[in-house]
């Protein structure tokens, strides 16, 4: 609960208020377990204020409106809980685990369908097309989103490798980094410190750092150029990589669009090396 209320105190610095945006805002940094899920029309009730000064009070810490802002709350929420304590928080649900789970997703990926802008995902491909180097640094699951992004950006043509270890392997990795350079990490739920480090040291070497993460406003979004922002909540204790996953597609796919006959030559050249290896089972 603090990590909400001492956030919005951080935001809500210089800012001035009328009483009654005052008053949603005050819901929030109290009961932010209610935020984290309540619609507009929820929290003004009790504020006792109309659904839009919701919107208003949204508005004036500088998101588009209530449904961006609840994504940030429930982010930070859910980051304040330890994994016992967000199962205890999925202990009374009457819903089957998978059920839960799969229908979490499927919100997810409907919010993330709203929210991600066309214009980021494209700014977002053209630093890693445009860098020598691109390094994915995703650890432990969130390497789920990574590799593919990796993977497939490399069989596209494009200088790109995962760094998912860390520690000695990851400071090679930044020791080489030039302002020709990109840093993409991929980040969920609490931020690592290596992972702050690492994206400081990329940008004070002149490197682009991007992020895919499920918080707008963590520690993060001072350093980076690009950030694409994606709902992570899972019907569990751990975080769900599935948006983050379409979000990596979908710069996947701006990589092949721009990429144009380029790519088409890398892929074809990838097949024939598969076929002299003889990788591909007949079936």
């Not at 997703?105 to 802008?117: K, N």
């Not at 390497?143 to 593919?148: D, I, N, R, T």
């Not at 760094?163 to 993409?184: I, Q």
């Not at 019907?235 to 380029?262: D, H, K, Q, Y």
């Amino acid at each position: 609960m603090s990590q909400v209320r001492e956030w919005l105190a951080e935001l809500r610095k210089g800012r001035a208020a009328s009483p009654k945006i005052a008053a949603v805002l005050d819901v929030i940094a109290s009961q932010p377990r209610l935020a984290s899920y309540a619609s507009a029309a929820e929290v003004a009730d009790r504020a006792e204020v109309n659904t839009a000064t919701v919107v208003r009070a949204a508005q004036s810490l500088g998101f588009d409106g209530w449904l961006s802002l609840r994504g940030e709350v429930r982010s930070r929420y859910l980051a304040s809980l330890t994994a016992t304590e967000i199962l205890a928080e999925r202990a009374d649900s009457p819903e089957r685990a998978s059920v839960r789970a799969l229908r979490q997703d499927i919100a997810s990926l409907a919010l993330l369908a709203r929210s991600l802008d066309p214009a980021t995902v494209e700014a977002f491909a053209e630093a890693i097309g445009e860098a020598d180097r691109t390094t994915v640094l995703a650890v432990g699951s969130y390497a789920g989103v990574g590799a593919p992004l990796a993977h497939l950006s490399a069989a596209m043509g494009y200088p790109v490798v995962l760094e998912s270890r860390g520690g000695v392997h990851l400071a090679n990795e930044l020791g080489s980094m030039t302002d020709r350079s990109c840093l993409v990490i991929v980040t969920f739920w609490r931020l690592h410190k290596e992972t702050l480090l690492a994206a400081r040291i990329a940008r004070n070497r002149g490197a682009t750092v991007c992020v895919i993460s499920d918080s707008a406003t963590s520690p993060l979004s001072e350093i980076v150029t690009h950030m694409l922002t994606v709902p992570s909540e899972s019907g569990s204790w751990f975080p769900s990589t599935v948006a983050g996953v379409c979000a990596a597609n979908a710069v996947l796919a701006e990589l092949e669009r721009r990429g144009g006959a380029t790519v088409s030559a890398a892929l074809t050249g990838m097949g024939k090396v598969w076929q002299e290896m003889d990788l591909q089972h007949d079936s």
